[in-house]
């Protein structure tokens, strides 16, 4: 009779932990010149064997051309996938058949380097929409890249794929499940064009697990609704937004179906602190906000809610100013779409991950408050709780303010 050790769901965080902490993952990186700028500007990550593959992407109708060629490889090869390359500094988005063929070049320069086929490729791109990727940069950076993969540069690859991001974003955990423990592992990219349908960003994940078939399209679809689909930075969804995992199965440690739960749970953490640190890094930002919708019907109508909070531009600029001015955050509320009752609303603001400061009771303002709400606004990290009072239902939806530092960020990005 087969014995299994105890399930314990343990999950513990890897110090300076990267997409290269699971087993069997290498990368290197490359300065193509892309960016403009000094610095790595390529990332090939490379699986040692072939992993198992899911996406999400952009619902942008203007999805970018890696976009198009990512979702045509893995409906075509799910099973066997070995590289991911990324660019920064040019999406290749808006390029039409020429865009097309660049991102078809990359698959096979980087399969011909690996010793792979080009259908094993998958290829990334962010950066300024409607420029052509210069192949001749592409094809010398890939062969730099190539020649210094290693298994100690997953911090080098978090940071060749910034843009506007002022720090990288990585992390890893370590999971126990009846088995054994494996590594799940991550690097995103992300400042601005941060809005659900994918969120504006790039995001690389890895595990070392060895996936049943048919189970990680939805565990991947699940983690990336409770993480990346509920940010916001400023309302814009990219043309480039893609979330990859691969699992390439060198742990040697099956998922059985009495362990889907947790690493369905721990692929969760794993999306929501990467997906938290790109709102942390917002262009701009200078408070990071916990938005917490409770007592609504449903999740998904209080995720609505929480998104159209989040976007609002006078709400997040009362933030930005640590005004009160709560009434910008029903009136946000209002036009949400959901059947609420005013009348039977609350809401709480405070420092922090807990909202401690209740301005509003059944509907009914609470005056005398003010001044801890002003206090409470005056941190970098700020809850506002809403509840609705409709049913059981709660989700939380992160942003961050909106400063004129967004604005001049943006207003000479491509200058």
Not at 120 to 147: F, H, N, P
Not at 224 to 229: A, E, G, K, L, N
Request: charged share 20%; glycine share 12%; proline share 4%.
């Amino acid at each position: 009779m087969e014995r299994h050790r105890p399930v314990t769901g343990f999950v513990k965080k890897i110090t300076n932990g990267s997409a290269l902490s699971p087993a069997g993952f290498l990368a290197g990186t490359a300065v193509c010149g892309f960016r403009g700028s000094p610095g790595d500007d390529l990332a090939l990550l490379v699986s040692k064997t072939d992993c198992a593959a899911a996406g999400v992407f952009t619902r942008n109708r203007m999805a970018a051309a890696p976009v198009v060629v990512d979702r045509e490889t893995l409906a075509a090869q799910p099973t066997a996938q070995r590289v991911v390359v990324t660019n920064a500094g040019v999406a290749n988005a808006g390029t039409g058949v020429e865009g097309i063929e660049a991102a078809r070049a990359t698959q096979a320069e980087a399969a011909r380097l690996v010793g792979c086929r080009p259908d094993q490729v998958l290829v990334l791109s962010t950066g300024v929409i409607g420029e052509l990727l210069e192949m001749d940069k592409m094809v010398a950076g890939l062969g730099r890249a190539a020649s210094s993969l290693s298994g100690d540069s997953g911090l080098a690859a978090a940071r060749a794929i910034m843009t506007t991001d002022t720090r990288p974003k990585h992390l890893a955990l370590e999971v126990e499940l009846s088995q054994g423990r494996v590594r799940l592992g991550g690097m995103a990219k992300g400042a601005g064009m941060i809005h659900p349908d994918m969120a504006t960003l790039l995001g690389i994940l890895t595990t070392d697990a060895q996936i049943p078939e048919g189970f990680l399209g939805g565990a991947l679809r699940t983690a990336v609704d409770r993480s990346f689909h509920r940010i916001s930075v400023d309302g814009d969804t990219s043309t480039n937004d893609s979330v990859l995992i691969l699992a390439n199965g060198a742990s040697q440690v099956p998922i059985l179906e009495r362990d889907r739960g947790i690493f369905g749970n721990a692929l969760e953490q794993l999306c929501v602190e990467l997906a938290q640190a790109v709102v942390r890094d917002g262009e701009g930002a200078t408070k990071f906000v916990h938005l917490q919708v409770t007592g609504a019907p449903s999740v998904s109508e209080a995720v609505v809610v929480g998104r159209v909070i989040a976007t609002s531009p006078l709400v997040k600029t009362a933030l930005a100013g640590g005004d009160p001015n709560w009434g910008r955050i029903l009136a946000a509320a209002g036009r949400a779409g959901v059947d609420v009752d005013p009348g039977r609303w609350s809401l709480w603001i405070g420092p922090g991950n807990s909202a401690t400061v209740r301005l509003l009771k059944q509907g009914k303002p609470l005056p005398a408050n003010r001044r801890a709400a002003v206090e409470a606004l005056a941190a970098n990290e700020v809850t506002v709780r809403l509840d609705l009072d409709l049913g059981q239902a709660a989700a939380t939806v992160w942003t961050c303010d909106l400063t004129h530092e967004y604005v001049t960020i943006n207003a000479e990005y491509h200058t």
